[in-house]
């Protein structure tokens, strides 16, 4: 079945830099339907992914704070990365209601109608979103969760009489953020610029300078491996790191391909309306030239 969809393009910016990262190239409509199943079936998605979101961030600052540690909540790239796929998806959330409550055939009018700062902002999260929940699960456990677990009694984050309310909020936070951003790739038809890779990694750098400045003034380094007292393995995490994130985001750009090309296969990709009237023009030049005329192409003449 083949859907009509608008996919009508955001304005185009003035300033260079926008144009040239592709950040003005959003197709609002895109992140309010879906290949798969129909705009209203993805609303009913993403009200409890929103809804279990907004529990985790919550419970995630209601736990540190009792264990006096939120001062340095904020430091940490888990908790950014967690805030911004929670800041996505209500957001996302939100147009998604705008959308459906147009009169059809629905229009994604609440995109177009705020500042185009904003959905810059919103196409950016999204790039980052889809690149930064990859990362933050193989680190932590592939680097910190090994640590924590083989702690002294007393260091140990799982020490006895401990909440489970911790260990739901860890695993949610390093695991379950995973499937909430692979759910949205997979449902949603947006899609991935080349050029935008430059500014999640610049996101990334800026990160590295605030970890700097929290070790500056409290002499705390937020991940161990980031200490430059470990010398040539301090430098290896550093480029090893920066060098995944680019992986990532190019194994993501190949992914939203690959999606985008079994919806072509099984004839999911929507036409526009310029594509449909094309194709109706040639389907007629068909008849013409083969003496079948019909009275919907004769009038078009």
């Not at 995973?178 to 890779?197: D, G, H, K, Q």
Request: proline share 4%; net charge neutral; glycine share 4%.
């Amino acid at each position: 079945m083949v859907v009509e969809y608008q996919d009508e393009q955001i304005k185009v910016s003035k300033w260079a830099i926008i144009r040239w990262l592709r950040l003005d190239r959003l197709e609002p409509e895109r992140a309010v339907t879906s290949y798969w199943i129909p705009s209203r079936a993805l609303l009913f998605i993403r009200i409890p992914t929103s809804l279990y979101s907004t529990i985790v961030i919550w419970a995630s600052i209601g736990t540190s704070a009792m264990a006096g540690d939120f001062s340095r909540y904020f430091a940490h790239f888990t908790q950014m990365t967690y805030i911004g796929l929670h800041a996505y998806l209500i957001t996302a959330l939100y147009h998604h209601v705008c959308y459906l409550r147009t009169p059809q055939p629905h229009q994604p009018n609440s995109f177009f109608k705020q500042p185009s700062i904003l959905n810059y902002l919103f196409s950016y999260l999204y790039h980052s979103i889809v690149v930064f929940n990859i990362i933050t699960p193989i680190v932590y456990w592939c680097a910190l969760s090994p640590a924590l677990t083989s702690a002294t009694n007393e260091e140990t984050i799982r020490k006895e009489g401990e909440p489970p309310i911790r260990w739901w909020v860890t695993t949610s936070l390093h695991g379950v953020s995973f499937v909430l951003m692979m759910m949205e790739v997979i449902f949603s038809r947006m899609t991935l610029y080349v050029n935008m890779v430059l500014l999640v990694l610049i996101n990334v750098v800026l990160y590295m300078f605030l970890t700097f400045i929290v070790h500056a003034t409290t002499g705390w380094w937020v991940y161990g491996f980031l200490d430059w007292d470990q010398g040539g393995v301090a430098a290896g995490w550093y480029i090893g790191i920066g060098a995944a994130f680019i992986v990532v985001y190019f194994i993501q750009f190949l992914f939203h391909m690959l999606r985008d090309w079994v919806a072509k296969k099984l004839g999911r990709f929507p036409q526009h309306k310029t594509e449909m009237r094309q194709n109706d023009v040639e389907t007629g030049q068909q008849l013409r030239d083969s003496g079948v005329a019909t009275s919907r192409y004769s009038q078009e003449q």
